[in-house]
């Protein structure tokens, strides 16, 4: 298989896709369209392992970021988003074939990819649909999400009012839905739709979940021929990003069974396939965005180099790294929008996924070992090579959350040239792999004497497998004799105090925002380890209740505006003779 990045035009927008072509003649094609938001955040790795399967049994693939997502261009709120969307799938299929060379293609959607393989499949010319999760109306999976709205809100705000949201739309795990997007959802009907007549249909449930009725009679009704097979492994693949699971054999098998139900004669050879060349770059309004495979151990590390249109002046570079099991467009996309903004105004950056997380290579499943890696700062330093190399950088900026925090932490204790770490919810300073069992016994141990933790416990909110680890943790720490409530250290005093001291001899920046709850910033606390008052150069700034990835929008715009603010004030030193606000085309300065 070889695995090739590129961007393709759809309608006004340029979309970032990833093709893969499997080594022997290639025999079908399937273009795969993701979930909305957060399912889209949870299933991209799974999803990416689905595409590598398909390839090792002949059938290409072309996975893609819609419109105003991912790394595509555009913005939730572009008008007619969701005709765009249907748009690019048709695209998307165009592009599989004018690459590959191939005839037959079908599409496969998940939840609101299913919903937009139905609409774009009137004027696709598909071989197939592949739907797993589909629902007859945009109105059902509105009120999923909707109903997921809710629940969050309630978890991290704690009944308390959240902020208002700096925009109107549907906020759903902090990606949006402007009112136009939401009520052209709320309006879709596949009874609406062209007929489809002799169409072939797959239609996988969600687990045992059943099929939606009203969606199946649609579609005999449209003359489809239907197959109804059960989708396993649907729960799984939208587990927490930080806990991927490979797709699920089962259903792998599903699909090329019915794939391979039309084919009919013989394989493409090699030669029949389009020589065309990748479009690698695109450009728009000052910006130019590469998408680059970097080397380390062998394997790639995926990076996306967002710079302006004329060589840049400064050798300062960004760096955003993913945010634990969240690629590389960073926590709600918030990367991407800074990675862009700031080289509209002259400075580069890099976007980019760790190994084995995004679109990384790596056959292992992330893990919190494996996310707190020893091999992250020579990833890093792969990273800051190439930015030396081809744009010339000698003084970086790393921005980074929960473990890519961790990540710019440990470098600059051992590379000068990072001049500014902005760490954002780090969990953890020194990876300790008993960290989090010892973190989940203390809470636990807080809530036996807490009359609402007793509560929840009888109405069911807590879930019995995090019971049954604690209970397992509580019980190993007193056959060893030890104290559930005894105090335990969990930042090394002496490692933490020697860091301090290095990064004050460095004059190294460093920018600690944490959201109420974090454990590390309590550790700080309890155990008087907090930064050093005397190094002005270390801040330590408290946002409200958000939760990890500050999802919500208007903690979003609340990061987006410190990232300006720091990143000019770090830069600033170069261009004293300037005002920042006239060297960065308009940025306040927020000295």
């Not at 989940?440 to 807490?450: E, I, P």
Request: charged share 20%; with cysteine; proline share 6%.
């Amino acid at each position: 298989m070889t695995s090739q990045h590129l961007w393709f035009p759809s309608g006004n927008h340029t979309l970032l896709a990833h093709l893969n072509v499997p080594a022997q003649p290639v025999r079908h094609g399937v273009v795969i369209v993701p979930p909305f938001g957060w399912e889209d955040i949870c299933a991209y790795r799974p999803l990416r392992s689905l595409a590598a399967g398909l390839a090792s049994k002949g059938i290409a693939t072309l996975r893609f970021d819609l419109p105003g997502t991912g790394d595509s261009s555009g913005s939730p709120l572009d008008r007619r988003l969701l005709a765009a969307w249907a748009q690019s799938v048709q695209n998307a299929v165009s592009e599989l074939k004018k690459n590959t060379g191939l005839q037959k293609v079908s599409i496969f959607g998940v939840r609101m990819g299913a919903l937009l393989a139905l609409a774009a499949a009137p004027g696709s010319n598909v071989d197939g649909l592949i739907l797993w999760g589909a629902s007859a109306t945009g109105r059902v999976l509105l009120r999923e999400l909707r109903a997921f709205r809710n629940l969050e809100v309630s978890d991290y705000a704690e009944g308390e009012m959240p902020p208002p949201a700096p925009v109107e739309g549907l906020e759903v795990a902090g990606f949006l839905l402007s009112p136009e997007t939401e009520k052209e959802i709320e309006v879709f009907n596949v009874d609406q739709l062209p007929p489809l007549p002799g169409q072939r249909v797959l239609l996988l449930s969600r687990d045992s979940f059943p099929h939606d009725k009203k969606l199946v009679q649609s579609l005999e009704k449209a003359g489809c021929q239907i197959t109804l097979k059960t989708g396993a492994g649907y729960q799984d693949m939208l587990a927490a990003p930080h806990e991927p699971v490979e797709f699920s054999a089962d259903t792998e098998r599903e699909i090329v069974e019915f794939i391979d139900g039309s084919y009919a004669g013989n394989p493409l050879s090699d030669a029949s396939r389009a020589s065309s060349e990748r479009n690698r770059s695109w450009s728009e309004g000052g910006l130019v965005e590469t998408a680059l495979t970097l080397s380390y151990n062998s394997r790639s590390i995926f990076s996306i180099l967002a710079r302006p249109s004329v060589p840049p002046a400064s050798d300062w570079g960004l760096l955003f790294m993913n945010a634990g099991g969240v690629r590389h467009i960073g926590p709600n996309r918030m990367w991407v929008e800074a990675a862009r903004r700031w080289a509209t105004r002259g400075i580069p950056s890099m976007r980019f996924d760790f190994q084995p997380v995004g679109e990384s290579d790596g056959d292992e499943l992330a893990t919190l070992d494996n996310l707190h890696d020893n091999s992250l700062v020579e990833q890093l330093d792969v990273v800051m090579s190439a930015m030396r190399k081809q744009m010339n950088c000698r003084r970086f900026i790393a921005v980074g959350l929960c473990s890519g925090a961790f990540a710019s932490f440990q470098a600059l204790l051992v590379d000068p040239s990072i001049r500014h770490a902005l760490m954002l919810n780090p969990r953890v300073f020194f990876w300790d792999p008993e960290i989090e069992s010892r973190r989940l016994a203390q809470r636990v141990n807080k809530g036996l004497g807490d009359v609402s933790y007793w509560r929840r416990l009888v109405c069911g909110e807590i879930e019995p497998q995090r019971i049954q680890q604690a209970a397992r943790i509580a019980l190993t720490r007193l056959l060893h004799g030890g104290v559930l409530n005894a105090r335990i250290q969990q930042i090394p005093r002496h490692a933490m105090a020697s860091s301090w001291d290095r990064i004050k001899r460095l004059q190294t920046r460093v920018t600690l925002v944490f959201a109420d709850g974090e454990p590390l910033r309590q550790e700080m606390i309890d155990e008087k380890q907090l930064p050093p008052s005397n190094n002005p150069l270390i801040k330590s700034i408290h946002v409200g209740k958000t939760g990890h990835t500050f999802r919500a929008l208007w903690a979003q715009q609340l990061v987006q505006d410190l990232i300006d603010s720091e990143v000019a004030l770090t830069i600033q030193e170069e261009f004293s003779q300037c005002r920042p606000e006239e060297v960065l085309h308009g940025l306040p300065a927020l000295v």
